[in-house]
């Protein structure tokens, strides 16, 4: 990655006339209508609350990669770690409503309003449940005013084993809003997802795709002209290329970006240098959101939190975050306007 290509993203950008009282932040983060666009299940297990009632003495209470200084060596290994801790407690459907309804409640705390969660789709050939039945699991683990949307999310080479017959129907699965492509991003694309992804859309679900993370800009052009996404999954590698930057503005692609997930994967070197507010500046939409919690020990709110200390985001920049999640969110026309104008009285635009 060419690191010169990222500059620091706090450049110019605070208003020294006009600083933010002491905890005014804080307390703007906590009432802003948030939402949550990029989120797996199985990496969001609450590891207090539920890993460690599997076994205390296996799962201690500080793990060295849970804290905020820990960097994840290589992705693969970052996998393994995810994996290891997360598949003892997915054995499931009723587990899947479980960890849902504790990461739901733990959303409603932050005013989380809105939700989108993939689960792996691999997941259900380990444990012999469909995935019709994890996805009414997570639905029904939902809370009062919290709007949640469920994802199958699948590695790039999914479609050559066993679940080819699960892929090829799911775009008739109740309930499923879409699907993502994830997993070792420098695994090349199949001709398969083109023609899924499409037969996707044509069912009236969303398309997403990880792209732009451990790959370069090439990846994030693939994912808008191939596939045909107009959500890409992290896509701050696509800095690199501004012709890249230019086509995702100019056809509305927004990006689900997870700033502390990439500092922790080295992706970045610190929030400081994350090329959001570029991205933001050349016309991209850019949500915010946390990844894979249980690996990073983060909230959403902490997400925010941290643009704000660490890259200087204001009032306004952390607002605008707020609304590009509104924006795409499946939501009706009405819900949408009422919460873009609940972020309008907190910070006006």
């Not at 005013?111 to 380990?126: G, I, Q």
Request: net charge negative.
């Amino acid at each position: 990655m060419d690191r010169g290509l990222i500059a620091p993203a706090n450049a110019g950008s605070i208003d020294a006339m006009n600083p933010d009282p002491p905890g005014s932040l804080d307390a703007l983060i906590q009432a802003l209508p948030k939402t949550e666009t990029h989120l797996h299940i199985e990496g969001a297990l609450p590891y207090h609350e539920l890993l460690r009632t599997l076994d205390p003495a296996a799962y201690p209470a500080d793990p060295e990669f849970r804290r905020r200084s820990y960097r994840y060596p290589s992705f693969p290994e970052f996998e393994q770690t995810l994996l290891r801790h997360a598949l003892p407690w997915f054995t499931s459907a009723e587990r899947y409503h479980e960890a849902a309804r504790v990461i739901f409640a733990g959303h409603v705390r932050q005013n989380v309003r809105y939700v989108e969660t993939s689960f792996h789709l691999h997941v259900t050939e380990f444990i012999h449940v469909p995935g019709p039945a994890i996805i009414e699991a997570i639905r029904s683990a939902a809370p009062p005013g919290l709007e949640v949307r469920v994802f199958a999310g699948m590695l790039r080479n999914a479609y050559d084993g066993p679940l080819r017959g699960a892929i090829d129907e799911m775009h008739a699965w109740e309930g499923l809003a879409g699907v993502d492509l994830h997993g070792f991003e420098q695994i090349p694309t199949q001709p398969w997802a083109f023609r899924v992804w499409e037969r996707i859309r044509k069912a009236g679900k969303v398309t997403k795709c990880h792209a732009g993370e451990f790959d370069g800009a090439a990846r994030v052009r693939e994912a808008i002209q191939q596939l045909g996404v107009r959500r890409v999954q992290h896509g701050v590698r696509a800095v690199e290329d501004p012709a890249v930057v230019r086509l995702a503005a100019d056809l509305g692609v927004t990006f689900d970006v997870c700033p502390l997930s990439n500092v922790a994967l080295r992706v970045v070197p610190d929030i400081a240098s994350h090329p959001i507010r570029r991205l933001m500046q050349a016309g991209v939409g850019c949500t915010v959101s946390t990844d894979d919690p249980l690996c990073f020990a983060n909230t959403l709110s902490d997400e925010y939190a941290a643009l704000a200390a660490e890259a200087g985001f204001t009032r306004s920049e952390l607002a605008r975050v707020a609304r590009n999640g509104w924006a795409v969110a499946d939501v009706p026309e009405a819900d949408r306007r009422a919460r873009l104008a609940e972020i309008d009285r907190l910070a006006p635009s």
